[in-house]
């Protein structure tokens, strides 16, 4: 058994005459759980940086029959995610169902990368999660909703190259349980999924460029690099009646990649990049 279509697999009322918010929603991941959300019904904006995707990703969006709207915002401007949840709200009426999955990447050794480069990825990830959690929170709490935040590996395990995306997903995290904690008491749930190694997303064309895709593969305990809609899958069930007494939960849904660690992949991806960690240090105990 693999993956399925998610409306064959749970109803596809599960989320009708519900509405969605989805950053980052015009490509890779983020679209797919666009794509789930509204396969099951679900009302949707989604915001990105760029408008001819969100253009692009909307079209593609409209076929499963509900409303989509989109919202050109970065996530680093607290304002101008207020001004797209309230338009959302405005139109759809309500907000059920959160995604603060926007987020930049790039790889840089630690001790190369600028102060800027590294609070550039912060202010995406970290910030700008926690500036769409605060945009939506008076909406969530009137329809006593969910907000599902994009972690990744990197957050608990360490990675070549990725020390400003290990704090800032490590930060996500740890945002995801306050809000939690502090904002059960209005009925919201909060909950991260951290995606594995995930097929044709741009995060994993980087990632398998300098190693081939084959390490991944054979790292996985599954043996294969998970589908874009099997993340989506997950995310539907958070940010659905379904999880309704799940809450502060980290869901992996990496195909068992992260239990063994990551040390020999991450010195594989850090080779040709960076150098192999430990290398200095074997040199300088010569
Ligand atoms: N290596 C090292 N530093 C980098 C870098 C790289 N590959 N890319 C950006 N930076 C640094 C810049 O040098 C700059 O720091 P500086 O002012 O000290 O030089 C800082 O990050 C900001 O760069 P800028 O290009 O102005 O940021 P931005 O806000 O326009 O874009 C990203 C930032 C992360 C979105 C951009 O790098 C990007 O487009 N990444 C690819 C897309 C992506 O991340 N997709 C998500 C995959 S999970």
Redesign the pocket.
């Known amino acids: 058994m693999t993956t399925g279509r998610i409306d064959d697999l749970l109803s596809p009322e599960l989320l009708s005459g519900t509405a969605a918010f989805v950053t980052g929603g015009g490509s890779?991941i983020n679209l797919a759980i666009a794509h789930g959300l509204a396969s099951v019904g679900a009302d949707l904006m989604i915001c990105g940086r760029t408008r001819s995707r969100l253009d692009a990703a909307a079209d593609e969006l409209s076929a499963h029959g509900g409303r989509v709207l989109t919202a050109v915002a970065d996530v680093r401007d607290a304002e101008a995610l207020t001004v797209a949840i309230t338009t959302a709200v405005e139109r759809f009426g309500r907000l059920d169902s959160v995604i603060a999955g926007a987020?930049?990447?790039?790889?840089?050794p630690a001790e190369?990368?600028?102060?800027?480069?590294f609070r550039?990825?912060i202010d995406?990830d970290l910030l700008g999660s926690f500036n769409t959690a605060r945009a939506a929170f008076e909406h969530l709490r009137n329809s006593r909703g969910s907000i599902l935040f994009l972690s990744a590996g990197q957050a608990y395990l360490p990675f070549a190259n990725q020390s400003h995306v290990g704090a800032a997903k490590a930060g996500i995290d740890n945002l995801m349980a306050n809000l939690a904690f502090e904002w059960g008491r209005f009925g919201i749930r909060a909950n991260s999924i951290v995606p594995g190694p995930i097929r044709g997303?741009?995060?994993m064309r980087?990632l398998a460029q300098p190693t081939g895709e084959e390490v991944w593969t054979d790292a996985v305990p599954l043996g294969r690099l998970g589908e874009a809609a099997e993340v989506a899958a997950m995310a539907v069930v958070l940010s659905s009646p379904l999880a309704s007494y799940v809450t502060g939960a980290r869901v992996v849904v990496d195909g068992g990649l992260g239990l063994s660690g990551l040390g020999a992949i991450s010195r594989a991806v850090a080779g040709p990049v960076s150098g192999t960690p430990g290398d200095d240090r074997r040199t300088a105990a010569r």
């Open positions: 890779g987020a930049g990447n790039f790889f840089a190369t990368i600028s102060p800027n480069g550039t990825v995406i997303t741009e995060g980087r």
